[in-house]
């Protein structure tokens, strides 16, 4: 029988075995049952598990109501100070996140959100909701949004813990620097998504710049005048 909070080598084979980063144990017996292990591996050696009892359950069949098709992307609420300030609930929120939250999508329409997953933590206990996203007439351009209970439910309770260190769970959050998105130089953004550019250009000449020949720019007769007076004076003056 395997037993992960004892002996985890079953675990790390079947891991490298299948190429998998997350795992999910059942169990049932006298002293603990109905039992749920979730776990994450990083480099095939377990990180992090977190032993959830199930106190209650409500299954699908038990709401006669209409379900979400299969796939949908869930959206994911997490209510409750615990997940915040508890450090066993901060890594059970993780482990939840990388479970639910489907696949990577760089876009998704807003019909498209019609599932939510909803978890409170509440004295020492998790509490699982699921519900089916209505859009209803508002009589305006945004629908007014209902949420309805289609299950399933849970009532967990946190038992048991196996968290690693700090350290070695910052090496695992490290993301490798070929994933990394490059950030674009002159490029920026404000806080409406508008998109800005700045565009560096060579020092111009000025007074090679060509301009159009306007009457307000030409001198004025009086000026020319006295500029060609002053120079017949200076010739005459030459001359003696």
């Not at 002293?31 to 776990?39: E, Q, S, T, V």
């Not at 098709?69 to 997940?83: R, S, Y």
């Not at 159009?212 to 120079?231: F, H, I, P, S, Y």
């Amino acid at each position: 029988m395997t037993r992960p909070f004892e002996d985890q080598t079953s675990l790390e084979f079947f891991s490298k075995k299948s190429d998998c980063s997350l795992f999910l144990f059942g169990s049932h017996n006298k002293k603990r049952p109905n039992n749920l292990i979730f776990g994450s591996m990083y480099d095939f050696h377990v990180l992090d598990m977190i032993e959830l009892g199930v106190e209650k359950h409500v299954s699908l069949k038990d709401i006669k109501n209409c379900k979400c098709p299969e796939g949908t992307k869930p959206m994911l609420i997490f209510a409750g100070d615990m997940f915040v300030l508890n450090e066993d609930y901060k890594h059970l929120k993780s482990l939840l996140i990388d479970f639910f939250r489907g696949t990577t999508v760089s876009g998704i329409r807003s019909a498209g959100l019609e599932h939510v997953l909803h978890f409170t933590a509440v004295e020492g206990k998790v509490l699982l909701r699921s519900y089916k996203v209505l859009m209803k007439k508002s009589g305006c351009r945004t629908p007014r949004i209902e949420l309805e209970d289609m299950g399933p439910n849970f009532n967990f309770v946190v038992r048991r813990t196996h968290l690693t260190s700090d350290d070695l769970y910052k090496v695992a959050m490290k993301h490798p620097k070929a994933l990394k998105a490059k950030k674009k130089k002159n490029i920026s953004h404000n806080t409406f998504g508008t998109k800005y550019g700045r565009i560096h250009m060579q020092k111009q000449d000025l007074s090679k710049l060509r301009t159009r020949k306007v009457k307000g720019l030409k001198k004025r007769c009086a000026e020319k005048m006295a500029t060609e007076a002053e120079d017949i004076n200076a010739k005459k003056i030459k001359q003696n």
